[in-house]
């Protein structure tokens, strides 16, 4: 999970406020988060461990932006516009 102490969040925050507005659209992003899971692995070793550990990271990471982020729109949405009918036969029953 992404929730290191406060005090170790000041070494990546002080690159990241200044990466994060500059990244315009997808690609950018997709690069920037590539890039530093590489040298993760460059830093760390080639290693099936590590690869792993990165690609871990990466799902990890993108796995909590969508139950903090999209979990609750996607709840919205249900509440405007109703659930599935077929969700409710399989699963709430």
Known sequence: MPYIKKP??????????EIGP???NKGDL???????ALH??????????NISEAASA?????????????GPCENQK?????DLDLYHELFLR
């Open 30 to 36: 997709n690069y920037c988060v590539t890039q530093l």
């Open 22 to 24: 500059n990244t315009t």
């Open 78 to 82: 249900i509440k405007e516009n109703g």
């Open 58 to 70: 990466l799902v990890d990471a993108s796995d909590e932006i969508k139950r903090r982020l999209l």
């Open 40 to 49: 993760y692995i460059k830093a760390h070793g080639k290693s099936y461990t």
């Open 8 to 17: 170790d969040r000041i070494i990546f925050d002080k690159y990241l406020n």
